[in-house]
């Protein structure tokens, strides 16, 4: 499987805009003005997914000098299922280093689910506890894991990251 990677500002823009909507609750995601900021930030790179021509999914990620950040990844609903995100992180993980990413807390069955596929793929669960950005300042802010790939980030880089993420991409969020 091949796929491509371009920026969301192209034709598939809305398409893409829908997948993030329908995806992520709205305590994890950007309002669109605020996402529509933080595309000018030439640290964020908001990707579409494409399998030929055919829209499958989308990859939001952040990239600082010393740390990537991969913040969202989602796909169709008809394409899940279908290997898409295992090539997705294969091709990042190629390509992008010192990569970190949240998940939710593994408590319940999808989120265990979600912990299990970055594990297959060489991520490690982290033992720090993480707050999501406030991308909405209606809704409180909670609890995710952080995972790294190869190798679990010590005490000093995941405050790097933490302050990274708050400075940078949590510019973005409402105010």
């Given at each position: ?9 192209g ?27 933080a ?23 952040w ?7 991969l ?19 294969r ?7 010192d990569i ?11 989120a ?16 720090y ?16 894991k ?8 010590s005490?000093?880089?995941?405050d ?16």
């Amino acid at each position: 499987m091949i796929l491509k990677y371009e920026h969301m500002n192209g034709d598939y823009g809305e398409a893409a805009w829908r997948i993030y909507e329908e995806s992520f609750p709205r305590i994890e995601r950007r309002r669109k003005e605020d996402h529509q900021s933080a595309m000018a930030d030439e640290a964020f790179k908001p990707l579409v997914v494409l399998d030929g021509e055919q829209l499958v999914g989308i990859l939001f990620y952040w990239k600082w000098k010393d740390c990537t950040y991969l913040e969202h990844l989602a796909f169709e609903k008809a394409c899940r299922g279908r290997g898409y995100g295992s090539q997705v992180i294969r091709d990042f993980c190629q390509k992008e280093q010192d990569i970190v990413l949240e998940i939710e807390p593994p408590e319940d069955e999808i989120a265990i689910k979600r912990l299990r596929f970055y594990e297959r793929l060489g991520f490690q669960m982290n033992p720090y506890n993480h707050l999501n950005l406030p991308y909405r300042k209606d809704l409180g802010k909670h609890m995710l894991k952080i995972m790294s790939y190869q190798n679990c980030l010590s005490q000093g880089e995941y405050d790097y990251f933490n302050h990274l993420l708050i400075t940078s991409a949590g510019a973005y969020c409402e105010k």
